[in-house]
């Protein structure tokens, strides 16, 4: 639950100069409000409000994963069950700079296949229901951490309006299965269980590099969810508690792994199209656009998270909550398809509003978080890739531009 209020928060300019000025562009109606808290009791509200959700991403930008059902199975498969047949076959046979060649380590998918026998069609299947997973438990996430329905609805309907929340549903051609690294991601947040906070993290490793990188992420989430308030210190970051063990256990687990894959069958990802010329290239044109579609609205409270904590002195921590946001940042800078390798920081969001929900009233978080839902819903849903022509694509809103279409007809008729 939040502090309803601080003497500390109070004396900072942090809240004069930026909650205080959202405050008053948030006055929305009171009623608004009240009936979000009266329908949020319903036993069903968070299944209503993903459903919800998804079928407003659908109508806002059309999918595209439903044509995979109707067209051929995409060439990108091929590798997938070549990888789901002989798990440790290096790909030397496809050319280094081919993003299919990045898949050497990417098993989460082929071991579900070799395990399960599923379909392609199934997985992508699978990988629709995550996409709506990932609205249901970022809803329950954030209630559990704030124990406010409102904060809740506004952070899980800006989640919606990103690519994080929209990814599971828009790839399924080149295989990279970013709707279930997403949902990895979260569920080891979201798990209290040690098991489970190591399951879900080794499959988000195994799934792509950057989801490994993410794993720092959940660390930070575990660690922020039980230190307090009192000032980082290194003695407290290395008083782990069994769930940041888990996150801890996982990344060393993939390391060794991966090591022993290494030497023993000769795995290695090829460093084509990966590299810092890519990012001296693009870094001009592309990565400035490129790095606002990563939280889009979610900047606004990852630049007061990060305000608030150095405002309080506490460096360490201030440390901590930069470096992955500047690591991935290089990371999608240092190769082309900047918005989905960016996107793997959105998970910081859950870490930023546990710890600086402790300083800070209901109503102003509501307000801080109503803002990014706003900017994320009109910013319009951009993919920044150096390779797709001018460098980035808009996702099409078929079914909004047809019924803009229709009601033009209706009025000029």
Same mark, same amino acid.
């Given at each position: ?43 069903? *509200?968070?299944?209503? &409000? ?26 990108? %498969? ?20 081919? %993003? ?30 995550? =996409?709506?997973?990932?609205? !249901? ?5 954030? @209630? ?14 800006? /989640?919606?309006?990103?690519?994080? =929340?929209?990814?599971?549903? *828009? ?11 997403? !949902? !990895?991601?979260?569920?080891? +947040?979201?798990? =209290? ?19 490994? +990188? ?51 069958? @000769?795995?290695?990802? $090829?460093?084509?199209?990966?590299? /810092?010329?890519? &990012? ?9 656009? =490129?790095?606002?579609? !990563? ?28 470096? $992955?946001?500047?690591?991935? #940042? ?21 870490? &930023?509003?546990?710890?600086? #929900? ?29 390779? %797709? #022509? ?8 078929? &079914?909004?531009?047809? /019924? ?10």
């Amino acid at each position: 639950m939040h502090a309803e209020t601080s003497s500390c928060f109070h004396s900072t300019p942090l809240n004069t100069f930026l909650l205080a000025d959202l405050m008053q562009l948030n006055n929305y109606p009171e009623n608004v409000t009240q009936w979000l808290e009266k329908i949020s009791s319903g036993r069903y *509200f968070a299944q209503g &409000l993903s459903l919800m959700l998804l079928l407003m991403s659908w109508f806002f930008v059309s999918p595209v994963a439903f044509k995979f059902f109707t067209h051929p199975l995409p060439y990108a %498969w091929d590798t997938i069950l070549l990888k789901a047949s002989d798990l440790t076959n290096n790909l030397e046979h496809i050319a280094p700079s081919s %993003w299919r060649a990045k898949k050497v380590f990417r098993i989460t998918i082929p071991v579900l296949i070799r395990l399960t026998k599923f379909s392609p069609a199934f997985v992508v299947l699978m990988q629709i229901i995550c =996409g709506y997973a990932i609205y !249901f438990f970022s809803y329950r996430l954030v @209630h559990r951490i704030t124990g406010d329905a409102i904060q809740a609805v506004w952070a899980t309907c800006a /989640m919606a309006f990103l690519y994080f =929340g929209r990814a599971a549903w *828009f790839e399924f051609e080149a295989t990279w299965f970013d709707g279930f690294s997403y !949902f !990895f991601l979260l569920m080891a +947040m979201y798990q =209290g269980s040690v098991w489970g906070i190591f399951l879900f993290s080794t499959m988000a490793a195994w799934n792509d590099e950057r989801a490994f +990188m993410a794993l720092s992420l959940v660390f930070l989430f575990h660690f922020v969810s039980t230190k307090g308030e009192e000032k980082t210190s290194l003695k407290n970051l290395f008083s782990l508690n069994k769930q940041t063990l888990a996150a801890a256990a996982a990344i060393v687990a993939y390391l060794l792994t991966r090591l022993f894959l290494t030497v023993f069958y @000769h795995m290695q990802t $090829p460093k084509d199209g990966a590299n /810092m010329g890519v &990012l001296v290239h693009q870094t001009p044109n592309f990565l400035p656009l =490129g790095a606002f579609t !990563f939280m889009e609205g979610f900047w606004l409270l990852a630049l007061y998270a990060l305000l608030w904590v150095f405002f309080k002195r506490d460096y360490l921590l201030f440390f901590l909550l930069l470096a $992955p946001i500047l690591i991935l #940042g290089v990371v999608a800078g240092c190769v082309t398809d900047i918005t989905r390798s960016g996107s793997f920081m959105v998970p910081i969001v859950f870490v &930023l509003i546990r710890y600086p #929900g402790i300083f800070i009233n209901r109503m102003q978080m509501r307000s801080l978080l109503f803002s990014c839902f706003a900017i994320t819903l009109l910013f319009p849903p951009v993919f920044v890739c150096l390779d %797709w #022509g001018a460098g980035s694509w808009y996702f099409s809103p078929f &079914l909004f531009k047809k /019924m803009l279409l229709v009601l033009g007809q209706y009025l000029s008729a």
